[in-house]
């Protein structure tokens, strides 16, 4: 039967009487393969990009934001419930599990009333704790405060830390003697976040950014007490499509240096004492991806050389190049290993299995052990396992219906010891709530999982509103976790259904290639599949669907909003890359290059510029009827520059014919991330909630 259009009688989202702000129109013609584009909001990227100081395009964001003024003042009384939901479901004086790391015990807490944790150590013969990251005191004088990453030096006298005051991912590094509690004279600016120590507590490695582009150049060595003019380079990235990176293995005997691009790692090991130059393991030539562990002399690599769903090779640490890789275990066509951790009597291997995930204990010998859990629909990972020889592993565990939960599990007895469970202070009962996995049929016979949520009770008769939320890119699959904000839904009625369409990982690393590239268009279709599905399921009924996505999840909201708006109720586009033919086109935009791989190059490719043309939200907004639209965005985005929901709001309003509510939400201070801060972020998820509920017609 055809879909008909069908306009959710319900929605109270309607253009408000006030005009909608109107960003002009100046066409911007560019050829590429003998045909000419006309764009005519160009302008809103601003030509001095990085900076953005163009009164014109800072004065239609503003213009914009007022405009969502008149949204958040006309509901401010529902978003304000929203917003006091959500604290209700927060600890406001919440702790961690203490962990034991080399001499110290660590923990964290809230205090009252704080955006962010205080950070605490304890020296185990002394008994002595203190403050060693005060990040409430840090962020004191900042709109936006997030920090990156954090680490003490193997001689427990130094904390290093990287800090974004801006949310444009540029963050400063400090030092702090521990000893003393004061900052060094040491500071990096313009690093990519990631810092660690040398053996020895006398050097850090850092990551620099390219001061015009955001993309990792190369990984330094700084010692302490030095002027950065004299840091040593020790390894750098020529390529711009390729991201650097850089992490300590586990037994803290080596820095794995990564160039990852898309489907391509290449990687080089040095000593974690600096000792030597880097050596190469597999050339980027081999077109593979792995990641490196290492245990008792021997590297141990997750792969894709022989199989998409990757094994485990081995190697001896003294010649690592890949003529030497051996196997550890054997590759399955059934088997998606995701990721392995190595412990020094152990291994940790997580998987998927028909898209559900397991976490596996391997000795060195190869004899596994699959740890069971309580619920078959879940998602469970390793979390603050810092020593080596530890005896058991601290797991966070949680499933859709069940909070974050902290369990050590004994290795020896196969025990769990719980640890911590996620306080929610408002009161919640998981026995009023039920979770399941279902399968849809994609219009090429593919089946793709949904899983979903809802309050027991609730009739399958059509008549129930849904929320359908996915991503679907670069393998990143969507676990099926625990939301308190998602709450604010469910008990209202509406169901909540997780896509997990392809171009992630869950059914295994072939299920993310056939969502990227030619195949691209197969997660947009999925998308709107399963849709189809849960209203042929009698999970609800055309016009009853709001959607959410966030970056290339908005990607996602804008091409099938372009393929079927009738679907939809709302539809909520967070940072979105809509203007994807335009930004691949663009070489001299900073994550351009790197994304080829994902998307294709339109300025070699004729093919790869037609697929993205005829697919690129923003090139194919047409004149036609819309369902309700709340866009957001951040000027300090380097991600999805800020000018791609601009672009989107401004051609949306000038074309679409209906008179349904459209709205943009651009954070002038802070980037990819939203406001930062448990809270801050807390006031933004409200006004979308707020705009969701409304589109089905909830008003309290």
Do not use: C
Not at 108 to 126: H, Q, V
Not at 242 to 254: A, E, I, P, S
């Amino acid at each position: 039967m055809p879909y008909q259009t069908h306009a959710n009688e319900h929605s109270l989202l309607k253009a408000f009487k006030q005009k909608a702000p109107v960003a002009g129109m100046h066409p911007h013609k560019s050829i590429h393969h003998d045909l000419t584009l006309s764009d005519d909001w160009f302008w809103l990227r601003d030509s001095s990009y990085p900076k953005t100081d163009d009164e014109n395009i800072l004065n239609y964001l503003k213009d914009e934001n007022t405009y969502f003024d008149l949204f958040k003042n006309k509901n401010a009384q529902l978003i304000n419930k929203i917003f006091e939901e959500f604290k209700g479901r927060i600890d406001d004086k919440e702790t961690s599990v203490p962990y034991i790391n080399n001499g110290f015990e660590y923990r964290w807490e809230f205090k009252e009333g704080d955006d962010y944790r205080t950070r605490f150590r304890k020296n185990l013969e002394t008994g002595k704790e203190s403050i060693f990251l005060d990040e409430p005191l840090l962020a004191k004088n900042s709109e936006y405060f997030v920090i990156s990453d954090w680490k003490i030096s193997p001689n427990n006298q130094y904390l290093a830390y990287s800090v974004d005051v801006t949310g444009d991912e540029r963050y400063e590094i400090k030092i702090k003697d521990l000893d003393t509690g004061k900052l060094l004279n040491d500071v990096i600016l313009n690093s990519n976040g990631s810092v660690n120590f040398s053996s020895d507590s006398k050097n850090i490695l850092y990551g620099l950014l390219d001061q015009e582009k955001w993309k990792t150049n190369s990984i330094n060595v700084h010692k302490l007490g030095t002027i950065n003019s004299q840091d040593r380079l020790l390894i750098e990235e020529p390529d711009d499509s390729f991201f650097l990176w850089f992490h300590l293995t586990r037994d803290g005997l080596f820095f794995i240096l990564s160039s990852s691009k898309g489907s391509v790692d290449e990687v080089h090991i040095v000593p974690s004492d600096l000792s030597t130059a880097p050596v190469l393991m597999a050339s980027r030539k081999q077109k593979i991806k792995y990641n490196v562990s290492h245990a008792h002399d021997q590297f141990y690599i997750l792969t894709n050389d022989t199989h998409v769903n990757f094994r485990i090779a081995t190697v001896n640490d003294t010649k690592p190049e890949y003529s030497h890789w051996k196997s550890f275990n054997v590759a399955s066509d059934t088997n998606y290993i995701r990721s392995i951790s190595t412990f020094d009597k152990f291994v940790v291997i997580k998987q998927n299995i028909d898209g559900l995930e397991q976490l596996i204990l391997s000795d060195y010998k190869g004899n596994q052990t699959t740890i069971d859990f309580p619920e078959s629909l879940y998602t469970a990972s390793l979390f603050n396992n810092p020593e080596f020889t530890q005896k058991h592993i601290r797991i966070n565990y949680e499933s859709m219906i069940t909070p974050d939960t902290v369990f050590d599990y004994n290795i020896a007895t196969k025990k769990f010891s719980t640890k911590k469970v996620r306080k929610i202070p408002s009161g919640y009962d998981k026995s009023q709530y039920e979770t399941i996995r279902i399968m849809a049929d994609a219009r090429d016979g593919v089946k793709v999982p949904v899983s979903i949520m809802y309050k027991k009770g609730t009739k399958l008769d059509g008549s129930n509103p849904l929320h359908l939320y996915a991503y679907g890119a670069y393998g990143s699959g969507i676990s099926p976790s625990f939301s308190t904000s998602r709450l604010s839904y469910i008990d209202r009625g509406i169901i909540y259904a997780i896509a997990h369409v392809r171009g992630g990982n869950e059914m295994g690393y072939q299920w993310y290639l056939d969502g990227k590239l030619k195949k691209r268009t197969n997660t947009f279709n999925d998308f709107v599949d399963v849709a189809k599905h849960l209203v042929k399921k009698q999970y609800t009924s055309v016009g009853k669907i709001s959607i959410s996505g966030r970056s290339a999840g908005g990607e996602l909201m804008g091409a099938v909003v372009i393929q079927q708006p009738e679907l939809w109720s709302s539809v909520n586009l967070g940072v979105p890359f809509v203007d994807v033919l335009n930004t691949m086109l663009s070489a001299e935009l900073p994550l351009t290059p790197p994304e080829w791989s994902e998307w294709g190059n339109p300025i070699k490719n004729k093919a790869d510029f037609e697929l993205i043309r005829s697919y690129s939200p923003y090139d194919n907004i047409t004149a036609k009827n819309y369902p309700p639209m709340f866009v957001s965005g951040g000027l300090n985005d380097p991600r999805v520059t800020y000018w791609e929901p601009a672009k989107w709001t401004a051609k949306m309003r000038h074309l679409k014919i209906d008179d349904n509510l459209l709205i943009m939400r651009i954070n002038m201070g802070a980037g990819h991330f939203s406001n930062s801060g448990r809270y801050g972020r807390l006031k933004d998820y409200a006004e979308e909630y707020a705009f969701t509920l409304l589109s089905h017609g909830i008003e309290k």
